[in-house]
């Protein structure tokens, strides 16, 4: 088992800036590669950005490539999204998930933990 608690949503204005946090407990077993994803009302849950197990892969969306920033401290099992320049199209909730696989995957049905998710909502 693996548990995930995000935090650090919030409502900003275009072109500020939010971090948000995600912290894993849980069997070490459980915890491989994590990601973040989002998902707006009536659309499906979406990659955002996300790292393998060892850190040696991270992958952007396309629509949030240099604007946001995905890092990881093992020591205290967080992984960290920085977003930056955001934009009204990222607002969302923003949810972090693992599996117990160290290698990244983009698509949400092969995670097989997930936080609560923290609201993301961006104005103009």
């Known amino acids: 088992q693996a548990r995930l608690v995000e935090s650090g949503g919030g409502s900003v204005q275009a072109g500020g800036s939010l971090t948000l946090s995600c912290v894993a407990s849980?069997?070490?077993?459980?915890?491989?590669?994590v990601a973040w994803f989002r998902q707006a009302p009536g659309k499906e849950r979406e990659f955002v950005a996300g790292?393998?197990?060892?850190?040696?892969?991270?992958r952007y969306d396309t629509s949030v490539e240099g604007r946001f920033l995905v890092t990881r401290n093992n020591t205290v099992d967080t992984m960290y999204l920085l977003m930056d320049n955001l934009k009204p199209e990222d607002t969302a909730r923003y949810y972090c998930?693992?599996?117990?696989?160290?290698?990244?995957?983009?698509?949400?049905?092969?995670?097989?933990?997930w936080g609560q998710g923290t609201q993301v909502s961006v104005s103009t």
């Open positions: 998930g693992t599996r117990d696989i160290r290698q990244l995957s983009t698509l949400a049905r092969e995670y097989r933990y």
């Open positions: 849980g069997h070490p077993d459980n915890i491989g590669a």
């Open positions: 790292m393998s197990w060892s850190g040696r892969t991270v």
